[in-house]
């Protein structure tokens, strides 16, 4: 990374200028493979103001010149995050109000916007190859950015410098250091969200690049620090004693390791909120077609399911629990056509609760995805051992070993509750037993009862 010292230096003088305040305890420090960060000087108490960073300092579509240069209905006709992103080139390119701010910012990414076709076919298997969404923004910026920047020239400058390397540049930082940020008057203790998967329902508006917030990295179960909003200032509080020497950790809202690696290009080794997901569209083509049902059919019922809530993708956590809205959509293909237009006339698809078949099926299921990726678990464990692993290839291996576990374990669960081609297991019927009083038939009688 391009920035020094001096940059550090200069951005502090620029931020207590602008009425910025910093705990002398807190000083930057570059940590191994993390880039900048926060570091404790002191032990510091919890509830301790870390910084407060005035609200004027926020670069957002509200506090940059851009939009009042332009005119008001040109300037709102541009969606997603186009206005903020144009926003911060023109603020880097065109005054000096946030220079001290921009030489801090990384030029360069490990995000997967900018792997290249030989880096992606290491992540084969994984859902976020369908996520990065390069495509759609080199189409953002040829049809729109392009355009718009050629056209408003006196208040841009020299179209040649809005460049597609800036816009994916900007828009990297959005996605990798903005904070979601009411614009609407502040409610009282309002806590900081990160910018979440809804980015693309997000009000432009309420997206923030919060100058020194987002100089703080984050590593799952190990976040010390948050954001509070208050009426004037965005106040970073410790939430825990930071021992002097260790690292100031925010959280980014603990996303798996495929988001992280998507989104900030790093991965956690040991990541509590990773998780794999499956595409309804595995349980259509599995269950659908083993059903004898056409190509139309599967369609309707997948349709079906989508209008009755049920999502497109299912999220198979830590827990290993085959996801309750999976468990209802295999049902859903299992369903005869009577019992079918049954369920559809009483808009309610088939309660998730697994059974023998449900659960051979969701085996079946696990078995596909597992299918999908190019490596072993064990192949993968063996390249993780290698010194030599490119940095990228490394991430890559982490994220999908990381999915591939989890398949296995999500399977092996099923099999010890639910053998393959047979009944439920002991401890399923020892859980249903339970459920239903465990006492044979008095007990059962009597829990009827007393529920009437
Ligand atoms: C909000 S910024 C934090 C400041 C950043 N380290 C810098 O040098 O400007 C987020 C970026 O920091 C890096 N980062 C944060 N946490 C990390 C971690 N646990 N491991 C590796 N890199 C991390 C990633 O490059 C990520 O995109």
Redesign the pocket.
């Known amino acids: 990374?391009s920035s020094s010292p001096t940059d550090e230096a200069k951005f502090l003088d620029w931020f207590k200028e602008k009425g910025g305040a910093v705990h002398p305890a807190v000083a930057f420090k570059?940590?191994e493979?993390?880039?900048?960060?926060c570091v404790a000087l002191e032990d510091i108490e919890p509830d301790t103001l870390l910084f407060s960073i005035p609200r004027s300092v926020l670069l957002t579509t509200s506090t940059s010149a851009l939009p009042s240069l332009l005119p008001a209905e040109e300037f709102a006709s541009l969606s997603g995050w186009t206005p903020l992103i144009l926003s911060m080139i023109y603020e880097y390119l065109r005054t000096s109000s946030w220079t001290p701010y921009f030489s801090?910012?990384?030029t360069q990414?490990?995000?997967l916007m900018f792997w290249s076709p030989e880096e992606f076919a290491e992540l084969e298997g994984s859902t976020v190859l369908n996520k990065v969404g390069r495509d759609e923004a080199d189409e953002e910026f040829e049809q729109t950015v392009k355009p718009f920047v050629a056209k408003h020239a006196n208040v841009f400058g020299n179209p040649d410098d809005y460049t597609a390397e800036l816009f994916h540049r900007m828009g990297s930082l959005v996605l990798?250091?903005s904070f979601h940020v009411d614009a609407k008057e502040p409610e009282e203790e309002e806590e900081y969200s990160d910018e979440e998967e809804e980015e693309e329902r997000e009000d432009v508006g309420d997206v923030a690049m919060v100058p020194f917030?987002?100089?703080?990295?984050?590593?799952?179960g190990?976040d010390n620090a948050r954001l509070f909003f208050e009426m004037n200032t965005l106040d970073m509080m410790s939430t825990a004693r930071i021992p002097a020497g260790s690292q100031i950790?925010?959280t980014?809202a603990d996303p798996p390791n495929s988001d992280?690696l998507r989104?900030?290009?790093?991965?956690?080794e040991v990541n509590e909120a990773d998780l794999v997901e499956v595409g309804l569209e595995t349980v259509v083509d599995l269950v659908g077609q083993a059903q004898g049902l056409g190509e139309e059919g599967r369609e309707a019922r997948a349709e079906w399911l989508l209008e009755m809530g049920i999502d497109d993708t299912f999220s198979i956590e830590r827990n290993y629990k085959v996801p309750e809205e999976m468990v209802s959509a295999i049902k859903a293909f299992l369903l005869t056509p009577e019992e079918y237009a049954k369920a559809q006339k009483k808009e309610s698809p088939p309660k998730p609760k697994l059974d023998a078949p449900s659960a051979d099926w969701a085996r079946k299921i696990l078995d596909k995805r597992l299918s999908e990726y190019k490596t072993s678990i064990e192949e993968d464990e063996s390249l993780l051992k290698e010194s030599t692993l490119p940095q990228r290839k490394r991430m890559a291996v982490i994220v999908r070993l990381g999915e591939k576990r989890i398949l296995r374990s999500a399977r092996a669960k099923l099999d010890e509750e639910w053998p393959a081609g047979g009944n439920a297991s002991a401890t399923q019927k020892d859980k249903r037993r339970s459920r239903d009083g465990g006492k044979g038939e008095a007990g059962g009688k009597k829990q009827k009862k007393a529920k009437q």
């Open positions: 990374m570059q940590f493979g993390m880039g900048r960060g801090l910012l990384p990414f490990d995000s990798s250091r917030a987002d100089i703080l990295n984050a590593k799952s190990c950790f925010n980014y992280l989104r900030y290009g790093h991965v956690d």
